[in-house]
């Protein structure tokens, strides 16, 4: 699992050519230079883009990753983010986690739409697919919730008492 969900090595040293409508059509001579998009940029977009979608408790990343946040490690955004970069497209898998009670299909859609616009605007690549891999649920907001209902209950009931 570990595999499919970091970007292998050589992957990331892997970088991609897009070539501006503008410079598409100069001869060598003409051109200006070239662009190079590194798929840690992809996957960092990627990542924040769905990460700021509602409903997304978070992304699903290895179990060493998890260890070196705890530890005070630097949050990495393109964590739970494949990316598969092919000759001016992107293919991306995002492992993620979701907030218990939201409709997985309505949110993953979302989450496609956001990610494939962000990464189109930003990087001029070409979306194919957005792979949506639905990791587990988090429970946080519910017991928080609960927590904070409880406490307003306590507080009722203390100021009866007080009565």
């Known amino acids: ?64 990753g998890g260890i070196a946040e705890m530890l005070g490690a630097k949050k990495n955004p393109s964590k739970g983010v494949k990316v598969d970069m092919g000759d001016g497209s992107v293919s991306i898998d995002l492992y993620i986690v ?9 949110l993953s859609w979302e989450i496609q739409e956001s990610v494939k616009n962000n990464v189109e605007t930003m990087t001029g690549l070409d979306v194919l697919k957005v792979n949506i891999h639905i990791e587990g649920v988090s429970f946080e907001k519910e017991i928080a919730e609960k927590i904070e209902f409880d406490a307003e209950d306590d507080t009722d009931d203390m100021d009866e008492i007080a009565d």
């Not at 996957?43 to 883009?49: E, L, Q, R, V």
């Not at 979701?98 to 309505?106: A, K, L, Q, T, W």
């Open 98 to 106: 979701v907030d218990y009670g939201v409709r997985i299909p309505e």
């Open 1 to 64: 699992m570990d595999e499919e969900i970091r970007n292998e090595l050589d992957e990331v040293q892997e970088e991609i050519s897009v070539e501006t409508p503008d410079t598409a059509t100069e001869t060598e001579e003409e051109s200006i230079g070239n662009i190079k998009i590194s798929i840690d940029v992809v996957s960092t977009i990627a990542g924040i883009a769905a990460s700021e979608i509602e409903g997304v408790a978070g992304m699903y990343g290895t179990f060493a």
